[in-house]
């Protein structure tokens, strides 16, 4: 994969997650293949994740601290583990003979917006990248991390992606390479529809969707960075050599059918208030205290009839505990709150639905015709999402694999 | 305890061990502490090393990588332990509604020499830690790291300590509270000599020789660093509200004991090589080689006969297989080697020996009465030591505990 700023070696950013360096054997691994890369010429830019379960490890520590705490602090916890996976491999390739120099965001002035545990980047001091090159050295750099004033921020979960396109992109770098432990993007989860397939391509759009709804295979705002400055990303798996899943530009993706993927959020609930009383005040403070505490709501219904305005909200199973304690702090008392558990969230992507109409109704009348009732629907422009009941989901992911053509 | 420098708070350093913050529970118990002593009128800035078992995990895991290897990776690996600590602790204190900073090497200037591993403190930007107090936060720092250039260094084994008393000496503080999993120092180890004592005083010059005789209490570099500075150093329980031992300059002992103090150092094994031919480069090229893979050679002897000459020399037992190595590559191949384990240094420590004749022949004379053989022996002003096979440590160190007034 040659790129397109002609140097002697083409530079390639290389991102490995969590379960490609979850062991010292598999640091090894990751060690062996640079070693590898660099012998074909390449000149890689390495960013890594901490060591699968690390992460967890200190949230868990933290959270016997304080359940509720973020900021400086925490993220400074955090990013420790980083700091250990890019120490080891650059042991492991120092004793392949390679010089190799573990980078943390103060050395490479990656800024970030003053926002912890949810930073975005402003800006890498790329000479810094540059001079390590020039020595000869083997970059090796700690994602999820970046600097506010002198403050260690995070990037959120997944943002290890975010800093390997980011570096790609300040690099003018045209490829990024996102090495994790699947072997590329199905058309629908492999374990739930049996005839799922691997996507050659795919569009920064459709991924973005995938991301957001629910798909953890490439952080939501790597991708976004990525189409802002068009950097493709190649997302490969660790443990084999062939190559996976391209995320392109739109007008790149050799053809562009309806639906390109069937995609399901397991862990979502359903939160819904009934009586209320009209009053903006409820709803907008209910909203706003929801986001403060970081409680990611994702679809919203409000109806009403002659006996009051009933609300209806879905958010992620593990939210539901503190999004309760808002609500019930919110809430007028003549409300009741009624709690949905056991829901899917289950959605078809494709760009293809901007020139095609009819997919809402092929997507209801597929459900329809399995008998599988329908709790919350929301659309955007290129993908359609319904909330089932669990024990629905086999049945429902498959039907809709098969309505729109993806099991050829 | 009121400091010197008549601020309305007064300024203590307070370093906490592995052992002190080896849990969030124990982390809770330090920050409640910390709290008791805000409320008493202190300003403390806290040091802590990393959470007992920590550092040996981190170190494990670089072993896998490679046994062999030190250098800024190492460095790097090995001080993302205190990162964890002063995160958690910092959260811990927030919890309390006690605003705290944790603090890395990097945002506090902790500048030292570029020995990875083993580098010195050069100096601290004290305005940086005068601007955490003056914004009314605590500064939870974090010891065994500095910085060379832009890159992170360690302090070796124990080196919060070292990291504590440099602040407490650049903030020009004349107390330096070490906190531990001990309540004081003792005349000798309370496990091997019953009657052993709490000593509530001790000179620099004493607590040097034993920090360097294998008492794990402080670290060596510490101590040399408050006797320069004259950081009076108080080594207390965590666990205990009452003083422990105060370390001190040597006119302000109470009183000068021949002896203070019956220390031994387990895990030592003597190499013998036999014979030699006289040859001046063997003993140059083996000494230095040994010192550049870090092994630490204590005693050593040298005699001769008409056969050849004898060497022995003593380093701790972890060393053995890399000695051996070394000895074995460069030795002549007519010499033997023979290794002797099982063996402990046993030392009698203190500044009054300066001032007393005798020492030496009422030692011999101890262990000879118990029919103990002496292997090696060694001295200096203040200290005697001998290695004893170590089936005879408690009865030797017992009769040099009761010889040298001890026991009362």
């Given amino acids: ?60 520590m933290a959270s016997e601290v304080n359940p509720n705490y973020r900021g400086r602090a925490y993220d400074m916890l955090l990013a420790s583990g980083e700091q250990v996976s890019i ?48 020595a000869g050295e083997i970059p090796i750099i700690a994602g999820f991390q970046g600097l506010t004033g002198e403050d260690i921020t995070t990037l959120g979960r997944g943002g290890s992606d975010t800093t390997a396109v980011a570096i790609a992109s300040a690099l003018n770098s045209t490829v990024c390479e996102i090495f994790t432990d699947v072997p590329a993007i199905f058309t629908a989860d492999p374990r739930i529809v049996k005839k799922a397939k691997e996507l050659k391509q795919l569009s920064f759009e459709e991924m973005m969707e995938m991301a957001s709804l629910g798909s953890k295979v490439l952080h939501y705002r790597s991708v976004e960075l990525a189409a802002k400055f068009g950097v493709k990303i190649h997302l490969r798996s660790t443990f084999e050599q062939r190559e996976g899943t391209w995320v392109v530009p739109e007008g790149e993706t050799m053809e562009a059918p309806v639906v390109s993927s069937v995609t399901h959020d397991p862990s979502i609930a359903i939160i819904k208030i009934f009586p209320l009383p009209w009053n903006e005040g409820f709803m907008a403070d209910l909203f706003f205290e929801l986001s403060e505490k970081n409680v990611v709501v994702d679809i919203i219904t409000q109806s009403h009839n002659e006996e009051g305005q009933r609300l209806a909200f879905s958010v992620s199973e593990s939210d539901v505990p503190r999004a309760l304690e808002i609500v019930n702090k919110l809430k007028p008392e003549t409300s009741n709150v009624d709690v949905m558990k056991e829901v899917t969230k289950i959605s078809a992507v494709g760009v293809g639905m901007k020139n095609h109409t009819g997919v809402a109704a092929r997507f209801f009348k597929t459900l329809y015709a399995k008998n599988i009732p329908i709790h919350l629907v929301t659309t955007s422009e290129i993908k359609m999402s319904a909330v089932v009941a669990k024990k629905h989901l086999v049945e ?8 729109f053509g993806l099991d050829q």
């Fill in 396 to 403: 429902a992911a498959n039907a809709l694999h098969t309505e």
């Fill in 87 to 134: 120490s080891l491999l650059a042991m492991a390739l120092e004793k392949r003979g390679y010089s190799a120099k573990p980078l943390l965001a103060y050395q490479i002035g990656i800024k970030t917006s003053a926002i912890f545990s949810n930073a975005r980047i402003q800006s890498i001091d790329t000479k810094k990248i540059q001079s390590v090159l020039d």
């Fill in 1 to 60: 994969m040659n790129l397109s700023n002609h140097r002697e070696k083409s530079i390639v950013v290389k991102k490995f997650g969590g379960t490609s360096v979850g062991s010292v054997d598999r640091i090894e691994g990751v060690a062996q293949r640079i070693v590898q890369d660099i012998e074909s010429g390449q000149q890689p830019i390495i960013v890594l994740s901490a060591m699968s379960g690390e992460t967890n490890r200190l949230i868990r």
